[in-house]
């Protein structure tokens, strides 16, 4: 059974930095393609980044880019998002989550497996 759990969600100052980490158990991690997505309150879930099962490439939400660096290491079955510079607006539910296939896609309806999320949380 495929499980992906989250941590380094927390409350942060705007201006401030965020880690996140996904680990993944179950399949072979290094086949798939992995992305994080965000929901906020009364809102639908976004792509935030995502990332190709070698991590050769990324990609981005426009909001996040230059601020947010999604990486994996397939020899620890994890991914991470560093999330810098914050602003209020980045506060929501962050999703691990992993792809049917190998390369990333900003759709939620690519991804087949979901971690249980972590909160997160930037103060003004």
């Known amino acids: 059974q495929v499980q992906l759990v989250e941590s380094g969600g927390g409350l942060v100052q705007a201006g401030g930095s965020l880690r996140l980490s996904c680990a993944a158990s179950g399949r072979t991690f290094s086949r798939f393609a992995m992305g994080w997505f965000r929901q906020a309150p009364g809102k639908e879930r976004e792509f935030v980044a995502a990332?190709?099962?070698?991590?050769?490439?990324?990609g981005y939400q426009d909001s996040v880019k230059g601020r947010f660096t999604i990486s994996r290491d397939n020899a620890k079955n994890t991914v991470d998002l560093q999330m810098n510079s914050l602003k209020p607006e980045d506060t929501a539910v962050y999703y691990c989550a992993s792809a049917r296939g190998r390369y990333y896609s900003s759709s939620p309806r690519d991804y087949d497996y979901w971690g249980q999320g972590t909160q997160v949380t930037v103060s003004s």
């Open positions: 990332i190709n099962w070698s991590g050769g490439s990324t």
